[in-house]
Each structure stands twice: as C-alpha cells, then as structure tokens.
C-alpha cells in the first residue's frame, strides 16, 4: 500500500512538472513587439542623434524646410535639422496672426474661398537646380495654383479655379528652368465646366485633363498655358524631367478602368495602370502652330487629332508617385498595391516612340510596350508610393502599407537598407531631392498616422515627420517632428539660397496711399466714401480717431513706417471682423462698409512696444 | 489471442480504485476553468501595431482584444477587407455552439466513470476527449482554411490564398501573425492527460493484482 502511495505521488509530481513545462512553452511563445519603438538605442546611439539634430539656441538651420499645410490651406516653414516650426505661409486661407485675408489684396487674392488643399509645393529652378526665386503650391479643392515669394515669403498670386481642371492633386511640379507648372485633373468631369453628363457617360464623356500653367520668367506671373485632353483616368501624381529628360513631364494616373462607383474596388482591377509622358516643348510648339482647341478658355490640344507629343507607359496597377532621378535618365513610377517599384529608361521610351513600338492606344495615346521601356523592377516593399534621390546615386522609397523607407541604388537595382517609421509613410524628402542636384545629407519621412507617437491630444491628431540621417550606409532616425494637419509634399533647400528681406524699403513702397509723414495723414470724404489715410509707428496710429456716418464705405490705408525688423503693427476694428497685420515699410488698405452705429475701438493686436497697450484709437459710426 | 482477449474483458470489467477515481475527479476541476479562459490567442504585428492587433478565441466565443480608444477584432476586420477577406465573425463558428455541450458531456462521462465505476467508463471518456481534441484542432484549422482561401477575387491587393497559422508564425502581407494555444487549452490537455494518467494507475494496480492473484 505505501509504495502505491508513492507511486501516485510520483505520477502527481510528474503532471505538474508536465503541466509547468507547457505552461512556460506558452508564455514562451510570446513574441517580441516589433516596430520603429523597439529598436531600444543605446545611450550612444541617443547622444549621436541628439547632437545631430541639436541646433544651439541662437544657432541657425542647416536647411529651410517648406511643408505643404494640406486642407490647412498653407504653407509651414521650418528648419532642418531641429525640425522648429519657424513660420505658416497662409495661401489659401485666411490667417488672422499675419492679417492675411482680412485686407483688400489677399481678399481679392483669395476669391472668396475660405479654404484650399495644398498638395505639393515646388521650389522655382533654374537648369534643373532650386533658384531660391519662389515656391508654388497646389490647391487639390478649388484647382488653383499659388505662387509665394521667397523674397518676403509672402503669397503673392493665386491662378484659378483653372479653367477645365478638377481636382488639381498632380500639381505644381516644375518644368527644369521654371518656365511652367504642371496642373492635372484627378476628378474627371465633362468639359468646359458648368457641363451636365450623367455619370452613366463617364467612360466615354468625362474627361481627363492634364497641363501647364505659363510661368514670366523674370516675375513669375502665372497665367493660364495650354492643356491636353486624355481618357477619364485620375492623374495622380506628376513630375518633371531633367537633364536629359528636362523637356518632358510625367503624371501618373489610377482607374485606367474608366470606373465610377466605389473606385476602392472598381479601379482596382487592371493589373496596369499608365504613366503619363509628355513632351512639353512639343505640345508648346504645337499650340503655337495653332493645333490646339479652345475649350472653356484655354488651348486644349486633342491627342485624338494632334500625335507626337504624349505617350502612355504601363505601370504595375494604381501607381501614386512618379519621380525622376538627378540625371534625368530614369522614371521611376510605384504601383501603391504591389511591392515593387519600376523604373522605366527614357533612352528606351524614346527609342520605342522612334520604332512606334507600340500596343495600343488610350483615346488618341499611344500606349508604349511595357517590356520595352521598363529597366527594372525593384522589390522594395509593400505600398511603395514615392522616391526621393539623393547626391550618392541612392534612391529612397517611402512604403505606406509596410511603415517603412527603403534604400536602393540606382543602376544596380539592389536594396540596401530599409527603416521602419511611425506610421504610414505618404511622401519623403531628400532636400532638393527632386531636382537635378540633390543636396543629401537627411531624409524626411512625412508620415500620415502619429498616434501614440506624441502628448495626447485628443482624438484630432497631428501628422508626424520623422528626420532621418542619411549620411551613412544605414540609415538613423534622428527626431520625431509634429506638424497640424496636413503636410502632403515638402520641399528644402539649403539655408544660404534664400536672402530674404525683413523690412520693406521706403523706398521700395510704390503704393500710391503710402504716406510716411504724420502730416499727411488725415480722412476725405467724397459722398458716401471716406479715405482715410493711416500711420502706424510705434506706438499710435494717426489718424487715431475716424468719425463716419452709418452705411459710409470705409477704405482705410495703413502705413507702418517701420524700418527695423520684427516691428510689426497689427490693426484691427472690435466688432467689425477686421485685423491686418502691416510689416515694416508696408501699406495695406481695409475696406468696409461702416453699417454699425456706435463707438468702437481699433488697436494693435501684433505687440509692438512698451506702450502697446496705448496702440488704440476710435471708430466712430454716426447714426 | 482469445487470453489477450480475455484479459481485455477483464480489464475493461474490473472496478475502478478509490485513488482512479480521485484522479479522475481532479482531471474534472481541472478542465472547468476552460470554460472561461481563452482556448487559442492569435496577434497581429507589424510596424504600425509594434503593440500587436490580438483576437482570442474561447470556448463560446470570439474576443477581439480592447482597449481604450482601439477594438482590435474590428480594426484586424477592416484590414482584411484590403485583400479580400471577409469579415471574421463568431456567427460563423459553429463550435462555439458545440464545444460547450461536447466538454458537458466529457465531464458527465468522467463523472459516471467516477460513480460507475467501471475502467471501460474510464476508457470511454479517453478516447472520447482525444477524438473531440483532434476533432476540435481541425475544425478551428478548416475555418482558417476556410477564411484565407475564399478572397474575393475583386479585392483591391491581390495576395496568394493562404492558411493562417494554428500553430506558429505566418507573414501576411505586413503583419506578422502569431498564433498559440493558450492558457484553456492547457486544461484541456491536463484533463485527457490526467485520465491517460488514471488509466495508467488503474492498469498497474489491475495487473499487480492478477499477478498476485495468479501466485
């Protein structure tokens, strides 16, 4: 009997020790996070990226770093590498802190939208290189296209809505020596607008259009170019060639199948979708030849009538970015649902246009043999979207799907290094790195998801941008950067190629209001309008008092006679939904009807001096 | 052959000991908590989940893990939509009606064993468990099957049918995916392993006996 006992005894322990063993195999089984988080630096690894991302109080950046500000409508200005916000470009829409939208010019300017969606901004260039002249920007919502002065960072016109363009999404990339940006439907709608088709019509009544916006060499008005009619796909994204390729311009296009519907689905279906390769000196020469037709305004040339000057290149299927390398040789377009990127050869395109290797045709558009134009087919990752080049002959490839960047070499198609970031990668940045001399150096990983990645803010989150060190064969994260919603595309350039001013001259100020002397102030009437002629200095404004009757027109012209820098002066009307804000040296005008009796107070709202508070004066509407 | 045969009889026949039985009763308290912990826990990794999307599934039901401001059942769903999968739903396991009424049945053939006493009662719940086991084990790995072979061809990202894991790790696309028994099926296991353990006790006693009793 005893030793049964110690036999069950036995057969006891070795159930438990049995049931420990699986149950450490299955805590065992646990697996590690993965993810841009884990790879715990070492103190060393920390310190290094600190310094190289430090930049000393009073110290200056390395690089000016321009965002597109997305449905924010602006542009934000910071500094790489620290990565500081500097400043916010309001473009298309009103921005109290610089009075933009508030008074008559930036009014006019703004036609009346309160909002746009900035998507790609492009620095002006000069034989393929950044001039530092101005950086344009596109509106994806109302078709415009805005141009910003790097002289005074200042917007200084706004083209559009564009006749015939919906969905300006493909824009504003620049031509090599800035002599046109390209602008692109992504929402095909029947031409002209203010055209009724049933979306039932879509295949064969809606169009696609794609063009370019005519940029003055010497003052970069803009005005409205040529376009070109193509099949109802959605133009996605575009590019300009350089060097070798520097006459010709590239979109990409998504829903090749003529979809409509839930496109998430429709247009995912053909395992092709095209580029996009147009010979703008061409379809130039032809518009002035007379070849081209006018639809709603503007010369539209007719691939279906007019040959030559446009040719389609199948790409793996929904491609988004289309980016061109320094040398101009090599296109590289990426189809956002597999996991490889092409790279076709110009050489080759321009050889199979010459030898009309060809497959068939879009609507008039030859489409070129896949098999002869392609280079290479890079196994970058999954849901590559956009490439970025920089001065070693490597190329960056942001992956949405995978959170990740990887490296490649140009020539030898190998992939040489992959990073992951967090989360969701959209665009990336080298600085200049869609130019024909990329400055290297860092790379920006402009990343659509940060959660978690920051102070909780609530459940409307920034977007995160992620400085990576891209001076070595693998690639460092340097800094995690929070921006408001929403960059798309960024541009950089090196901090010394801009030289702008911080004080308007005197002698500069051609407007025909400007007064600098107090005795020149002073209120006219003619009839129901009152003039007014204001100074700003600090710190009173003169006139300080201006007694109108109700249902006058008001136009106040504000001079700040400052000629020092950061002395601003801000002028608004309590109750009269009016602020402007007028740098040193400027004039600005405010119009408004006065259709309130009563009394009521302007002010400085940009703090000036001492004796800021004292910055006021009266509005004084008599009934 | 017909001693074999007969031994088998007798075996099968004999009365269950008192510390069989005991051992039988410990294998029942053991396989109860599998009512309520998670049977199998699947975990979805990739660079923007580093913490993991995880999904457990119980003996009734499906639990998709929740958090705060994230229900990782619903974003796992909307992810699989991507490349055609449909959604994973607890409608759609039937063994999640059976399962609970199978381990009833277990645990009231154990506890008959128990009180009639019989080695072949025993033998009956053993094999029984072990043919549900398996039984169980496959119709979870057809349901996989099931749920990674049937994409719709439409999907906007085209991936190769495939079998998530039962057991062990598989990449989808970006994620990696986990899959392990977890803390329930260890009682489960322990409950047949500890009827496999009484059976032994009683046969070694059973023979021990005969022996003496053939002395």
Redesign the interface.
């Known amino acids: 009997m005893k030793s ?1 006992q110690k ?2 005894l036995n ?1 006891l322990i ?2 438990v020790v ?2 420990g063993v ?2 450490v195999l ?1 805590i065992g ?1 646990k ?1 590690a ?6 790879g715990a630096r070492g103190l060393g690894t920390t310190a290094e990226a600190a310094v190289k991302s430090y930049v000393a109080p009073g110290d200056l950046d390395e690089f000016y770093l321009f965002y597109s500000g997305g449905h924010s409508g602006q542009v934000f200005v910071a500094g790489i590498p620290s990565m500081r916000h500097i400043a916010t470009i309001p473009v298309f829409t009103p921005y109290p802190s610089t009075g933009y939208g508030f008074d008559k010019d930036s009014k006019e300017m703004l036609g009346g939208f309160t909002w746009g969606d900035v998507h790609h901004p492009s620095l002006s260039r000069t034989d393929g290189k950044y001039d530092g002249r101005w950086l344009f920007v596109s509106d994806n919502a109302n078709n415009r296209v805005a141009r910003i002065d790097l002289k005074d960072f200042k917007t200084k016109q706004i083209i559009g809505p564009l006749q015939n363009i919906s969905g300006n999404h493909c824009s504003s990339f620049v031509t090599n020596n800035t002599e046109y940006v390209l602008v692109a439907s992504r929402f095909s709608i029947p031409i002209p607008k203010g055209t009724y088709k049933p979306i039932s019509e879509y295949a064969g009544g809606y169009n696609g259009v794609v063009g370019a916006i005519k940029v003055d060499a010497t003052t970069g008005e803009m005005s409205l170019g040529w376009q070109v009619l193509t099949p109802p796909f959605n133009w996605d994204l575009g590019a300009t060639g350089k060097n070798v390729s520097k006459d010709w311009a590239f979109w990409t296009c998504y829903n090749s199948e003529r979809a409509t519907g839930k496109l ?2 429709t247009s ?2 053909n395992e092709m979708d095209y580029v996009l390769a147009l010979n703008w000196k061409e379809a130039e020469r032809l518009v002035s030849e007379g070849k081209a037709k006018n639809i709603g305004g503007v010369s539209v040339l007719d691939p279906k009538e007019v040959k030559g000057f446009a040719y389609l290149l199948p790409v793996g299927k ?1 491609p988004h970015g289309v980016d061109i390398s320094p040398d101009g040789k090599w296109i590289v377009a990426s189809g956002k ?1 597999v996991n490889t990127t092409t790279v076709f050869n110009f050489d080759k395109m321009l050889a199979a246009i010459q030898n009309n290797d060809v497959k068939g045709e879009e609507d008039g558009l030859p489409v070129l043999n896949f098999d002869s134009v392609r280079e290479a087919q890079v196994e970058v990752g ?2 590559p979207l956009h490439t970025q080049f920089d001065d070693k002959g490597f190329a960056y490839t942001s992956l949405f ?4 960047i990887t490296k490649w070499k140009l020539g030898t198609w190998e992939v040489v290094d992959k990073i ?5 990668i959209g665009h990336l940045l080298v600085p200049g790195g869609d130019s024909s001399e990329p400055y290297g150096k860092y790379l920006l990983a402009l990343n659509k ?1 940060s959660h978690g990645r920051h102070l909780s803010v609530g459940p409307s989150q920034p977007e995160a941008s992620q400085l990576i060190d891209i001076t070595g064969e693998k690639m460092v994260l340097l800094y995690d950067a929070f921006t408001e919603p929403e960059p798309h595309y960024a541009q950089a350039c090196p901090a010394d190629l801009l030289k702008p001013i911080e004080v308007y001259p005197k002698e500069e100020n051609k407007h025909p209001m400007a007064i600098w002397d107090v005795k020149d102030a002073g209120i006219t009437r003619e009839g129901n309008n009152v003039t007014v002629k204001m100074i700003a200095v600090r710190s009173n404004f003169q006139p300080d008092a201006i007694e109108v009757y109700r249902g006058d027109k008001v136009t106040i012209y504000i001079t700040n006679i400052e000629q020092t820098t950061d002395e601003l002066h801000g002028f608004a009307i309590n109750e009269y939904n009016i602020n402007v804000v007028i740098d040193p040296g400027e004039t600005k005008t405010v119009e408004f009807v006065a259709n309130k009796a009563g009394v009521y107070p302007f002010y400085c709202t940009n703090f000036c001096s001492a004796l800021h508070q004292e910055m006021q004066g009266y509005l004084l509407v008599k009934p | 052959m017909k001693k074999l045969l007969n031994s088998l009889d007798e075996f099968l026949e004999s009365r269950l000991l008192g510390r069989a039985r005991l051992i039988v009763l410990l294998a029942i308290l053991l396989v109860v908590p599998s009512y309520f912990y998670p049977l199998w826990t699947m975990a979805f990794y990739s660079n923007q989940y580093p913490d993991g999307l995880k999904m457990a599934l119980y003996i009734n039901h499906l639990q998709g893990q929740k958090s705060e401001f994230r229900d990782d059942l619903r974003e796992i769903n909307s992810l699989n939509h991507y490349i055609g999968m449909r959604p994973i739903l607890e409608s759609d396991f039937a063994e999640f009606t059976w399962l609970p009424l199978v381990l009833g049945a277990l645990i009231l053939l154990s506890l008959r064993a128990i009180f009639m006493g019989k080695t072949g009662n025993l033998i009956d719940v053993f094999v029984m468990t072990g043919y549900f086991g398996l039984f169980g084990i496959w119709s979870f790995y057809y349901r996989l099957y099931t749920y990674g072979h049937n994409l719709d061809p439409q999907a906007p990202i085209k991936v190769d049918p495939f079998t998530p894991p039962l057991f062990g790790t598989h990449q989808v696309a970006n994620f990696t995916v986990y899959s392990y028994p977890a803390i329930g099926s260890l009682f489960l296991i322990l409950f047949g392993l500890i009827l496999f353990i009484a059976l032994i006790v009683q046969f070694l006693k059973w023979r021990k006996t005969r022996a003496e009793s053939a002395n």
Do not use: H, K, M
């Not at chain 1, 992951?420 to 969701?424: K, M």
């Open positions: 049964n036999q069950l057969w070795c159930v049995f049931a699986i149950g299955l089984c697996p996070p993965q993810g841009a988080r884990t998430e689905v995912s279906q929904s649902l999954l849901g799907v995978d959170s990740a992951p970031v967090s989360y969701n998801l």
